[in-house]
């Protein structure tokens, strides 16, 4: 038996790249008008389906406390999303835990992870953080959130499944492989 602890910490290199390319694609989206569309969740869940909750989790929560770092933005705001990007890992790993790898799963488990995120942070959380009603921000929130799926289900499609087969399964971008220890 794997120890996971270990196995986890092997997979660092690919979360790495998860993380650069999710970075990169943040600075540039705004460019061209592709504002709340990222490939976060995208590279979070297919983590989460290889290494469990825990690094599911913990790869969402440091991996928006470290983009409002890397663009200035850190606030109140950073831990209430990071937390909820956390618990979209956690969520993503049980359900991701009995099922393979496909676009349908990792596009079923976005559209969920996406609609709890945008409720809880932008209808619930926006009015409390930043004041208003709880009616305004449903509203607002609409277009908001219909762009953040449009993203997440077109990058669960296409790069969750991509990501989980070429590079979070594949044993030569293993930490161990990388440094030469078995």
């Not at 989206?29 to 469990?52: C, D, V």
């Not at 606030?75 to 890992?89: E, F, K, P, Q, R």
């Amino acid at each position: 038996m794997k120890n996971s602890f270990v196995f986890s910490l092997s997979g660092m290199p690919k979360f790495a790249v998860g993380f650069i390319s999710t970075i990169i694609f943040r600075l540039l989206s705004p460019m061209f008008g592709m504002w709340n569309i990222s490939p976060l969740m995208a590279t979070e869940l297919a983590g989460a389906k290889a290494y469990g909750p825990w690094v599911g989790g913990l790869y969402g929560v440091f991996s928006i406390i470290l983009i409002d770092v890397l663009m200035n933005k850190v606030g109140s705001w950073t831990i209430v999303t990071a937390l909820i990007y956390g618990a979209v890992g956690v969520i993503g790993a049980y359900f991701l835990k009995s099922r393979d790898g496909s676009a349908k799963n990792f596009i079923i488990i976005s559209i969920i992870g996406t609609l709890f995120f945008d409720l809880i942070t932008g209808v619930l959380m926006g009015p409390i953080l930043f004041g208003g009603s709880l009616v305004v921000a449903a509203i607002g929130q609409i277009p908001f959130t219909l762009r953040h799926l449009a993203g997440n289900i077109f990058f669960a499609a296409v790069l969750a499944p991509w990501f989980y087969k070429k590079i979070i399964t594949n044993p030569k971008f293993d930490l161990s492989k990388i440094l030469k220890f078995a």
